[in-house]
């Protein structure tokens, strides 16, 4: 079982990839709205497993990816943007996010994303 932080400042997309998430590989222990309050909840928690938002008030994603791998390098991040800028997303990816995944997604998407991000990790 990995332990995962959900970082999104949507209600709605934390409760949807919280309620998405595979219950048999995957143990919520965070909602975060913004990449401030995530890097306050990562410290105090420790998740294998953080999905991310990069468009957020106060911290956006990509600061907090770059914050987070610092304090946990083997950490692993899944981008979850509605963003059409491939570009952003790259750049997520080059300051240590593992995989993205676009929004809107369905269950099957978002296991498939999570699975994939983990591979080799399951206990």
Same mark, same amino acid.
């Given at each position: ?6 970082? +999104? ?5 934390? &409760? ?11 143990? @919520?222990? =965070? %909602? ?27 911290? +956006? ?5 770059? &914050? ?11 981008? @979850?943007? =509605? %963003? ?40």
């Amino acid at each position: 079982m990995l332990d995962v932080m959900i970082v +999104d400042d949507s209600n709605i997309i934390r &409760r949807k990839i919280e309620r998405s998430a595979d219950r048999q590989f995957f143990n @919520i222990v =965070a %909602l975060a709205r913004n990449g401030l309050e995530a890097v306050d909840l990562f410290q105090a928690h420790r998740p294998q497993v953080v999905t991310m938002d990069l468009t957020m008030p106060e911290m +956006d994603g990509i600061e907090c990816v770059e &914050r987070l791998v610092k304090i946990d390098p083997a950490v692993r991040i899944l981008v @979850i943007s =509605a %963003l059409s800028d491939v570009e952003t997303g790259i750049l997520a990816l080059e300051r240590g996010a593992r995989g993205f995944l676009c929004k809107p997604f369905d269950d099957e998407q978002l296991n498939g994303a999570l699975t994939e991000l983990v591979e080799g990790l399951h206990d």
